[in-house]
């Protein structure tokens, strides 16, 4: 049974093989074109976080592929406390063609999928966010033309979008930069695969000017994730210097695309400018959040 859980668990060629049908299946879907490989399947969305692109954008991509849908949010079926996740995998294995769930602790996830009789997606936990730098990645490669000598300075906390993109490192070169406070890095174990791989190089920084220079993209991410909103105010303290701000953006000495997953919060991890300049990809991101899943959920059902 394939899942969807870590960029790691696919080869570079099978990562290219996914991006090549999301950009198939975006036009078909710009096309409006009928496509509809999930006829009188379902999907079962678990959604123990809030969300908004995550739940809009797998509700109509599984549905414009034919399929329905179920969104189950956090008072709906209590997973893990309510009722045993091993249970939930086997019970919706019954009923359901596919799961993508949103949870807090990885280990949940993992467990989701060692039951489970269909395929599961991680739609983000704690750790990481594998479908988002999928549809980031898309994103860099359809503005680039290539990821040729790519260099991603990432500017914030290091968090589970940080180790999506390190385990994307793990499998497509590039240059990824870290530059947060101290006390706020990404976990080691994942910094030490992209070192092991020796497909990418890593860097940590903590200086956010020298971070940036030559930098392709500049990302960042809010410095509270969902589960930390108590700490925002005193995050934001310590992160004041890590804002994306139209001064820090010109420092990369070229064309920089700026890239955030959002929600963004306006004014702390970057400014209104920022978000609405040239530089800003953000849109074509979220949009390329449908395609890249898409691609995902056809790939595990026909593989
Ligand atoms: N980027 C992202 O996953 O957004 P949501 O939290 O709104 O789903
Ligand atoms: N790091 C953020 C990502 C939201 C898509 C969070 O976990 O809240």
């Not at 709906?76 to 359901?96: H, Q, V």
């Amino acid at each position: 049974m394939r899942h969807f859980l870590h960029l790691t668990d696919y080869s570079n060629h099978e990562l290219w093989e996914l991006l090549h049908l999301a950009k198939e299946l975006k036009i078909k879907f710009h096309n409006k074109e009928d496509f509809k490989p999930f006829k009188d399947r379902s999907l079962a969305m678990i959604f123990a976080k809030p969300s908004a692109r995550t739940r809009v954008s797998f509700e109509t991509g599984f549905e414009w592929m034919g399929g329905h849908a179920l969104f189950l949010g956090p008072k709906d079926i209590g997973i893990g406390k309510r009722e045993a996740i091993k249970d939930i995998s086997r019970l919706f294995s019954r009923y359901n063609d596919m799961i993508m769930a949103r949870l807090f602790d990885h280990a949940h996830i993992l467990e989701l999928a060692e039951y489970s009789g269909i395929p599961v997606i991680n739609g983000l936990t704690d750790y990481n966010h594998p479908c988002q730098i999928l549809a980031d990645i898309m994103t860099v490669w359809e503005r680039r033309g290539n990821l040729d000598n790519l260099k991603v300075t990432y500017m914030g906390d290091g968090n589970n979008i940080v180790h999506s993109w390190l385990q994307l490192a793990c499998r497509l070169p590039m240059h990824f930069v870290c530059c947060n406070p101290s006390g706020f890095d990404p976990d080691d174990k994942t910094v030490q695969m992209v070192n092991d791989s020796k497909i990418s190089t890593y860097e940590s920084s903590n200086d956010p000017v020298s971070a940036v220079i030559g930098a392709d993209v500049i990302y960042t991410d809010v410095w509270a994730s969902m589960g930390q909103k108590e700490e925002t105010e005193e995050r934001t303290k310590i992160f004041a210097d890590y804002q994306v701000n139209m001064e820090l953006l010109e420092k990369s000495g070229k064309e920089t695309f700026f890239m955030h997953c959002l929600p963004a919060e306006r004014g702390r991890e970057v400014t209104d400018e920022v978000m609405e300049s040239k530089n800003s990809i953000v849109f074509d991101e979220a949009e390329n959040r449908m395609h890249a899943q898409n691609a995902i959920m056809v790939y595990l059902h026909e593989n």
